[in-house]
């Protein structure tokens, strides 16, 4: 996910937002600890990293709702500046708690280290609102997603079809999977969706054992140049199940002159991404909807507080885009939410 943020930015929309530090520690303004469940209603939006446009697109989603409701709620937001800061986050949900908000969002990027912390809000009567990765408790009230077995099959088919569309033989030939981060639920799910389904598709194809690169592009780009010097011209596809990794995988794929040759698929969307589908150098991105899961996790959080019943889990879908569709006005949105900004 590409770097488009080097230092934080403060965001208040007077009488309408209260935009708390993006920063691991929390520091700037804090969430409003008034009243519990009286409008506006004080909801706390966490999200794994700063450094990505990904979650900085769920942020836009989330502070929409808080420009299109400003007598219904204030959203402040915070995270660490990578997903690799695991502990950060955990410290920024701890922090988050003691302000004591009507309702958290929050996109964890462990399945288990924020158990604790979220327990003790669900606790305290807190509304907790979960979205992209799934955590290992039940204390929660919704979870928001897309489902990433249908999203990593979906990246299995397409590069599958595009060893046809090039003519590339698969009988004795190699795929590699270049994974964000190790451990991470979300990835591990779409990642074991691409390597079931490739299985069924292509079983004479051998996939090779995920990389992971710490969600670091440059990692990434690294990883791609060592499997394409050890395996060289077996290797006909790698999968990049982020767009950190998707970012380097193109780099050294487009440095090398191989984007027909190597087929890349991919998850999630940047710029830099949308510009290697462009260029052609990775085929097709199965593109999340990060904005609505920001948006729609908002708009959950109001609901909760205000006694509704949720669904357990709300699927937020997937948008395959590739060369022959990334510029038609239909994707606009999805791939670029920055253009949707109402702050």
Known sequence: MKKVLKKVALVCLVGMIAMGSLMAQG????????????????IAVIIKATDSDFWQYLLVGALNYAVEHPDVVKVTTYGPPSEADIDRQVTILENVI??????????????????????????AGIKIITVDNKVNTDKVHTF???????????AADKMVEY???????????????????????????????????????APEIEIIAPRYVD????????????????????????????????????????????????????????????????????????????????????????????GATL?????????IVEQHNVNDSAVQGILDPFTMKKY
């Open 215 to 306: 969600n670091d592009i440059l990692k990434a780009m690294n990883v791609t140049n060592d499997l394409i010097t050890t395996h060289g011209d077996s290797l006909i596809g790698i999968f990049g199940n982020n767009n950190h990794s998707a970012d380097g995988v193109a780099r050294s794929v487009a440095e090398r002159n191989l984007g027909n040759k190597i087929i890349v698929t991919a998850y999630d969307s940047d710029p830099e991404e949308v510009a290697a589908i462009k260029s052609g150098v990775v085929k097709a991105i199965m593109v999340q909807d990060p904005y609505g899961m920001g948006y729609k996790g908002v708009d959950f959080a109001v609901r909760a507080i205000e």
């Open 163 to 201: 060893f046809k569309k090039n003519d590339i033989p698969t009988q004795g030939r190699k795929v590699a999977i270049v994974d964000a981060m190790a451990g991470v639920q979300v990835l591990t799910v779409r990642t074991n969706g691409f390597i079931n389904r490739m299985k069924q598709i």
């Open 311 to 319: 669904p357990e889990y709300v699927d937020t879908g997937v948008v």
């Open 144 to 154: 928001l997603a897309t489902d990433n077995v249908l999203g990593g099959s979906l």
């Open 98 to 123: 003691s302000t004591n908000p009507d309702a958290i969002v929050i996109s964890s990027t462990s399945s288990d280290a924020t158990v604790p912390a979220l327990e003790k809000a669900y606790a």
């Open 27 to 42: 520091r700037g303004e804090q969430a409003a600890s008034g009243p519990k469940n009286q409008k506006p209603y004080n």
